[in-house]
């Protein structure tokens, strides 16, 4: 578990150039700049890796699909309840999908193999692939709506190239392409370079940014839901469901993870307060790093 702790301390390596190349540059570093190039081009490669570094197992789909039943509830609930509570559009579109838009990847799958061993590793890589659905249709939608109507954000969706990546990466996957390992190598340096890139521009907005700036009822929402609602849900609907202990486990966890940044990503990319949703992807990370210690003791009792 320190091992996990101290991969996740060191990502903040990038997160504080990030932090650093704004405060020394200021408007010398654009982040709508950053922001563009990671999403329309860097992430393709991001997103062919990570889907064709292995194979696409169909019978492991039972957890996937009900971490998506999960997080489907969820955003139900939020989108009628979350009204009641934020008048600002783009508040409501934050406190609707910010929550379930966790970093089930770069931390759930080191996290699940530090827990559960090499076994987990073919669950949550479907799992981390439900993810990328969620948040490049769900997480668009609604970070879109923070500042366009319901058409403009529908159409958002269809243009977003990862989208379409992801698709084409799995019918490859599926129909048993064997990518060269020159493919897979240039794939990964621009896997690699996209998060790189993320963190650094987490960094960015992480800088003339001031938590006593937000809604503090935002705040509360998001990480009551995140860390106390959503795991609550998470254990009454597995506690219905006969199913082996280790998978009910994992998507425990996964469904525990902290704001990934990819809502940075797109907060930005729409203009749907971005500095906002850094500060809350940061808190939530901080706050992982004691929970997670809790999260494992659950996992006896389901």
């Given at each position: 578990?320190?091992?996990?702790?101290?991969s996740?301390?060191?990502?903040?390596?990038f997160?504080?150039?990030?932090?650093?190349?704004?405060?020394?540059?200021?408007?010398?570093?654009?982040?709508?700049?950053?922001?563009?190039?990671?999403?329309?081009?860097?992430?393709?490669?991001?997103?062919?890796?990570?889907?064709?570094?292995?194979?696409?197992?169909?019978?492991?789909?039972?957890?996937?699909?009900?971490?998506?039943?999960?997080?489907l509830?969820?955003?139900?609930?939020t989108?009628?309840?979350?009204?009641?509570?934020?008048?600002?559009?783009?508040?409501?579109?934050?406190?609707?999908?910010?929550?379930?838009?966790?970093?089930?990847?770069?931390?759930?799958?080191?996290?699940?193999?530090?827990?559960?061993?090499?076994?987990?590793?073919?669950?949550?890589?479907?799992?981390?692939?439900?993810?990328?659905?969620?948040?490049?249709?769900?997480?668009?939608?609604?970070?879109?709506?923070?500042?366009?109507?319901?058409?403009?954000?529908?159409?958002?969706?269809?243009?977003?190239?990862?989208l379409?990546?992801?698709?084409?990466?799995?019918?490859?996957?599926?129909?048993?392409?064997?990518?060269?390992?020159?493919?897979?190598?240039?794939?990964?340096?621009?896997?690699?370079?996209?998060?790189?890139?993320?963190?650094?521009?987490?960094?960015?907005?992480?800088?003339?940014?001031?938590?006593?700036?937000?809604?503090?009822?935002?705040?509360?929402?998001?990480?009551?839901?995140?860390?106390?609602?959503?795991?609550?849900?998470?254990?009454?609907?597995?506690?219905?469901?006969?199913?082996?202990?280790?998978?009910?486990?994992?998507?425990?966890i996964?469904?525990?993870?902290?704001?990934?940044?990819?809502?940075?990503?797109?907060?930005?990319?729409?203009?749907?307060?971005?500095?906002t949703?850094?500060?809350?992807?940061?808190?939530?990370?901080?706050a992982?790093?004691?929970?997670v210690?809790?999260?494992?003791?659950?996992?006896?009792?389901?």
């Amino acid at each position: 578990m320190s091992e996990i702790i101290f991969s996740i301390l060191s990502i903040y390596i990038f997160i504080v150039m990030g932090y650093l190349a704004k405060k020394f540059f200021k408007d010398q570093i654009d982040d709508k700049t950053i922001t563009l190039l990671n999403v329309y081009f860097l992430q393709v490669f991001l997103t062919f890796w990570g889907l064709l570094i292995r194979p696409i197992d169909l019978s492991l789909f039972i957890a996937p699909s009900i971490y998506a039943l999960i997080v489907l509830i969820s955003v139900i609930i939020t989108a009628l309840v979350a009204k009641w509570f934020f008048d600002d559009k783009k508040e409501y579109s934050i406190a609707t999908v910010a929550a379930i838009i966790g970093n089930t990847g770069n931390l759930g799958i080191p996290l699940n193999i530090a827990i559960f061993g090499e076994a987990s590793i073919p669950y949550t890589t479907i799992v981390n692939l439900v993810n990328v659905f969620v948040v490049y249709t769900i997480g668009v939608f609604y970070y879109s709506r923070g500042s366009f109507d319901t058409k403009r954000s529908l159409l958002n969706i269809i243009k977003l190239p990862i989208l379409w990546a992801a698709l084409l990466a799995i019918a490859l996957s599926l129909g048993e392409w064997k990518a060269p390992k020159v493919v897979l190598d240039t794939l990964m340096m621009g896997a690699y370079a996209s998060m790189t890139m993320q963190l650094f521009l987490f960094g960015i907005y992480m800088y003339g940014t001031s938590i006593k700036m937000i809604n503090k009822t935002l705040i509360t929402w998001v990480m009551g839901f995140k860390f106390i609602f959503l795991p609550l849900l998470t254990f009454l609907v597995l506690s219905f469901i006969e199913l082996d202990k280790m998978v009910k486990g994992i998507i425990f966890i996964e469904l525990m993870m902290p704001l990934a940044v990819a809502n940075v990503n797109l907060a930005s990319l729409y203009d749907c307060k971005p500095k906002t949703v850094t500060t809350l992807v940061l808190i939530s990370s901080l706050a992982f790093l004691a929970i997670v210690f809790l999260a494992v003791k659950i996992l006896e009792y389901l």
